[in-house]
């Protein structure tokens, strides 16, 4: 599955030379690259993304361009010289005529790196291998790339530039997660991915830690499925159970109240208490739905918080601020 979006920036890439942008983030990673890049997930879909480790990547509209993978590690880091030889050493099980033309060190944000620079003659390809250690969310990071031998003046110094600049522990209180047509923010590193799926018309991310989970979903052609913003409660109601993934069970919201965000921009807030039906489970589930229109998208999207906790301070003061952000986002 790949996407584009539309967070645009201005960048100084080589000598001087202005190029648009887009960032993204992704599981605590933000990144820009040039426009045209598209950002892909692994093809082989997971019931349960591990916390421990991740991927993602980079592609324009010939080739994979860069690919960032990671694992967290427990105490002790890994050793970056042993990281880097393996990898290659794995390159070199499907491509065998793969050399090393150079190697050394090098920064990535604040954090030094191990890099090898690699060539493939006969395929005319070349590329690096980035590695590095983030101390501050423990995980050893691997970054290859590729690009076309022919174009390696241009590519080349753009590829190192981009990754040098990888940001992976923003010092921000939430943290960015991108997706088709959705922008969400979550607490920084507080946060896991249970499950995602991008379909079309249809974007979903399902993110928990142990006190709150927190679904997010982008439904598009919203004008072929209601005509005015106050149709949106009844229209929602006859619509999740069949086509939402991830609601939870026994989940029936009734009643919405019309809130007024910023901008004039209606929202619909649901709160219910499903109940256990076992006597001597006393704890209740607690949900809160969100819905809203962005006519200019032409989407409709849709926020759902649950936990089995009480409500206290903390948790309610997240789920405002989530909210708050969600709606400005989209």
Same mark, same amino acid.
């Given at each position: 599955?790949?996407?584009?979006?539309?967070?645009?920036?201005?960048?100084?890439?080589?000598? !001087?030379?202005?190029?648009?942008?887009?960032?993204?983030?992704?599981?605590?990673?933000?990144?820009?690259?040039?426009?045209?890049?598209?950002?892909?997930?692994?093809?082989?879909?997971?019931?349960?993304?591990?916390?421990?480790? !991740?991927?993602? !990547?980079?592609?324009?509209?010939?080739?994979?361009?860069?690919?960032?993978?990671?694992? $967290?590690?427990?105490?002790?880091?890994?050793?970056?010289?042993?990281?880097?030889?393996?990898?290659?050493?794995?390159? $070199?099980?499907?491509?065998?005529?793969?050399?090393?033309?150079?190697?050394?060190?090098?920064?990535? *944000?604040?954090?030094?790196?191990?890099?090898?620079?690699?060539?493939?003659?006969?395929?005319?390809?070349?590329?690096?291998?980035?590695?590095?250690?983030?101390?501050?969310?423990?995980?050893?990071?691997?970054?290859?790339?590729?690009?076309?031998?022919?174009?390696?003046?241009?590519?080349?110094?753009?590829?190192? *530039?981009?990754?040098?600049? /990888?940001?992976?522990?923003?010092?921000?209180?939430?943290?960015?997660?991108?997706?088709?047509?959705?922008?969400?923010?979550?607490?920084?590193?507080?946060?896991?991915?249970?499950?995602?799926?991008?379909?079309?018309?249809?974007?979903? /991310?399902?993110?928990?830690?142990?006190?709150?989970?927190?679904?997010?979903?982008?439904?598009?052609?919203?004008?072929?499925?209601?005509?005015?913003?106050?149709?949106?409660?009844?229209?929602?109601?006859?619509?999740?159970?069949?086509?939402?993934?991830?609601?939870?069970?026994?989940? *029936?919201?009734?009643?919405?109240?019309?809130?007024?965000?910023?901008?004039?921009?209606?929202?619909?807030?649901?709160?219910?208490?499903?109940?256990?039906?076992?006597?001597?489970?006393?704890?209740?589930?607690?949900?809160?739905?969100?819905?809203?229109?962005?006519?200019?998208? *032409?989407? /409709?999207?849709?926020?759902?918080?649950?936990?089995?906790?009480?409500?206290?301070?903390?948790?309610?003061?997240?789920?405002?601020?989530?909210?708050?952000?969600? /709606?400005?986002?989209?």
């Amino acid at each position: 599955m790949i996407f584009e979006v539309t967070i645009i920036n201005t960048f100084d890439f080589l000598n !001087g030379i202005k190029m648009k942008t887009q960032a993204f983030g992704w599981q605590y990673f933000l990144i820009s690259v040039p426009i045209g890049w598209q950002m892909i997930f692994e093809k082989k879909r997971k019931k349960r993304q591990s916390k421990n480790t !991740g991927y993602f !990547g980079f592609r324009d509209a010939k080739e994979k361009k860069l690919e960032v993978s990671w694992a $967290k590690y427990d105490k002790n880091p890994p050793d970056l010289i042993k990281v880097i030889k393996n990898f290659f050493e794995s390159l $070199k099980k499907s491509k065998k005529e793969i050399k090393i033309r150079t190697e050394g060190e090098r920064k990535v *944000n604040d954090h030094k790196a191990k890099y090898i620079y690699w060539e493939l003659e006969n395929e005319r390809i070349q590329g690096y291998i980035v590695v590095w250690i983030c101390d501050q969310t423990q995980r050893l990071i691997i970054c290859p790339s590729q690009f076309a031998t022919k174009e390696k003046s241009i590519e080349k110094p753009r590829i190192m *530039n981009i990754i040098s600049q /990888i940001n992976c522990h923003p010092e921000s209180q939430f943290s960015v997660w991108t997706a088709p047509n959705l922008q969400i923010h979550s607490p920084y590193l507080s946060m896991n991915l249970k499950k995602k799926d991008f379909l079309i018309g249809l974007t979903f /991310i399902h993110l928990y830690n142990d006190e709150l989970n927190f679904l997010a979903y982008r439904i598009g052609l919203a004008d072929q499925k209601v005509t005015d913003i106050e149709e949106i409660p009844d229209w929602y109601k006859a619509y999740y159970k069949k086509h939402l993934p991830g609601i939870p069970s026994n989940y *029936n919201p009734e009643n919405f109240t019309k809130l007024i965000y910023k901008k004039k921009k209606v929202t619909w807030k649901n709160k219910h208490t499903l109940e256990k039906k076992i006597p001597f489970n006393l704890r209740n589930t607690h949900l809160e739905t969100y819905l809203w229109l962005n006519l200019k998208k *032409n989407d /409709i999207y849709c926020i759902i918080f649950f936990t089995k906790r009480k409500i206290e301070i903390g948790i309610r003061e997240l789920i405002e601020k989530m909210t708050k952000l969600a /709606i400005e986002a989209n």
